[in-house]
């Protein structure tokens, strides 16, 4: 089971952290990544953490943003910085057991939470 946190309201180009906890061991075990989705658009990837440690980014938040998963404290984070109102969505953490040749791409990912509001206003 996956729980997001930390979603909320802010200006553009400030930051934000958000947070995954899980209720097992999936962050150690699983491949995990960030999803969000925008009104009228289609859910994306935003950032992935797969089994193997590598680390991949959607070309939109690269530089920006940050994935980081925390074994000890069973916690996927997405830090947030340089904020844009086009980064307003709702985010979503997913895990998925074993490597993903295409972390950015939702279909592998089996267990999702049920999302975090992110509203970034100019």
């Known amino acids: 089971q996956l729980l997001e946190l930390r979603g909320g309201s802010l200006e553009s180009g400030g930051s934000l952290r958000l947070s995954c906890l899980a209720s097992?061991?999936?962050?150690?075990?699983?491949?995990m990544a960030w999803f969000r989705h925008a009104p009228g658009k289609v859910r994306g990837g935003v950032a992935a953490?797969?089994?193997?440690?590598?680390?991949t980014y959607a070309e939109s938040v690269k530089g920006r943003f940050t994935i980081t998963p925390d074994n000890a404290k069973k916690t996927l984070y997405l830090q947030m910085d340089s904020l844009k109102p086009e980064d307003t969505a709702r985010y979503y953490c997913?895990?998925?057991?074993?490597?993903?040749?295409?972390?950015?791409?939702?279909?592998?990912?089996?267990?999702w939470g049920q999302g975090t509001q992110v509203t970034v206003s100019s």
């Open positions: 097992d061991d999936t962050v150690r075990r699983y491949g």
């Open positions: 997913a895990a998925q057991p074993g490597w993903c040749p295409y972390p950015l791409i939702e279909r592998d990912y089996n267990s």
């Open positions: 953490s797969n089994n193997d440690n590598s680390r």
